[in-house]
């Protein structure tokens, strides 16, 4: 009787154990594979990391899958519409190729493409401190300041600010002739400013009759503070510095400081008393 028992249970368990397995197979087929299902499409990526200026050539391009649901708009899927276009913002390696990023067709490469309608590209020779040693970078925004005398006399050496938040384009290096030294090939510094018109003219004339130095500024600052320029009189405490710069200098003391109360104080009238003596004792009582 024991070992019929025993049988039974080890049945028993085996016919449960049996149905348990066939059901999770048939689970397990009826799930579909991660990402089995999945739609893929074709995405053009730089196959490099790409400066700007670039011209797209075919083997800086490759294709590959991405998941469809996470596709950026705009994407290329064939490498050939982009052979030729320049860029006109840095690309990274495997970073899709997006509009906003390549000139228009048949705009070519190079610098032309990143300059918007209506402004112009001004480069200027400049050395690591004028480059702010070498901080300055495409992208960047500087003020540009100029250090010239219009009188050619010393003591009217004047440095100011002539440009404000002002955009590189480029910063780098280029070959030039010496023609000093039998026309050799020298390494000169070159920063390309992106300015109007009237702005040309201003770092063209400060550039040739003066000295230029740049000024880095956070990007996010869009402030640009009236300056009335500086004297060496002026930079020695000679001389008294202009009241426009002392109003500049005042105005933030100004703000914070409260304003001092002016209007005089006037004495409240004395009210009417009167005297009454009792005896040897005298006192004064006011009369309502």
Known sequence: MPRKRIYT???????????????????????????ASAKMTPVVVAASSLDLGAALRAEDLRTINWPSEAVPTGTFSNPQELVGRGL?????????????????????????????????????????????????????????????????????????????NVTVL??????????????KPISVSVVTLLVDPLQSEALTLASTEGKIQ???RNPLDKTMPPTPG????ILLGQSAAPRAAVAVGRVA????????????????????????????KRAHEVVH
């Open 253 to 280: 003391s100004r703000r914070s400081a409260p304003a001092p109360n002016l209007a005089p104080t006037v004495a409240p009238e004395p009210l009417p008393t009167i005297e009454i003596i009792r005896g040897d």
């Open 214 to 216: 740049l000024a880095l």
């Open 88 to 164: 006109i913002q840095p690309v990274s390696q495997n970073e899709p190729l997006l509009p906003a990023k390549l000139a228009p067709v048949g705009a070519g490469s190079g610098l032309p493409p990143m300059i918007p309608d209506g402004m112009r590209a001004v480069s200027v020779r400049v050395n690591d401190v004028i480059g702010v040693a070498g901080y300055v970078l495409p992208g960047s925004k500087v003020d540009v300041l100029v250090t010239v005398s219009p009188t050619n006399q010393s003591t009217d050496m004047t440095s100011k600010v002539i440009l404000n």
């Open 230 to 233: 500086i004297r060496p009189a």
């Open 9 to 35: 249970v080890l049945l028993l368990a085996m016919t449960v154990g049996a149905i348990f397995a066939f059901s999770t197979y048939r689970y397990v087929q009826a799930t579909p594979e991660r990402g």
């Open 170 to 183: 480029t910063a780098g290096t280029r070959i030039e002739r010496d023609v000093e030294k039998d026309n």
